[in-house]
């Protein structure tokens, strides 16, 4: 799979329902970027009405407020990692001290706080079977409040995208 570039969205400066303040404008920028991260500001310009030296600042601006990110997105097998893995945690305690140490960890490529069978889903990213085994086995499940763990190990993955525009 070749690189491709993703916009995601995240939060930033907030209105009153502590939802992000984005207009139809750069929600039109966004979207533009979602389908194609390296589309050329002249271009983006174009299709939202605006000057390429204005698309420029707003898309500075998203960026910088961490409304969101332009990232290259790999399929994990062409760079060395063979193994995923989705993981349900259950925690004793504060979740919230789980899901922080789970965030260092360079393997633990997303981390969420859930409600139902899990309170945290964690998804890994490994080498192979011997290190996703030691992610799990001495890294999670030692970690302070960790009561169980269950793994979904991937065996195939037929759709990752970042295509949602912004409804």
């Keep these: 799979m070749q690189s491709e570039f993703v916009v995601s969205r995240s939060a930033d400066s907030r209105n009153r329902s502590g939802s992000p303040s984005i207009d139809a404008v750069s929600l039109a920028i966004i979207e533009q970027l979602q389908e194609d991260g390296r589309r050329p500001y ?8 605006l000057s390429e030296a204005a698309v420029r600042q707003r898309v500075q601006k998203l960026l910088d ?5 332009i990232v290259a997105v790999t399929d994990p097998l062409t760079v060395g990692f063979r193994r995923q893995a989705m993981v349900g945690i259950n925690v004793e305690g504060d979740l919230d001290s789980v ?9 633990c490529e997303y ?19 011997d290190h996703l085994l030691e992610v799990i086995n001495k890294r999670i499940r030692s970690l ?17 995208t970042y295509m949602w525009g912004t409804r």
């Design 111 to 129: 981390v969420v706080m859930t409600a139902g069978s899990f309170d945290l889903m964690v998804e890994i990213v490994c080498e192979d079977d």
């Design 144 to 160: 302070p409040g960790v009561r169980s763990t269950e793994s979904f190990v991937y065996l195939k993955l037929k759709k990752q």
């Design 65 to 69: 407020q961490g409304v969101m990110q």
């Design 99 to 107: 899901a922080d140490a789970l965030t260092t960890m360079a393997e």
């Design 42 to 49: 002249a271009a983006i310009g174009k299709a939202v009405g």
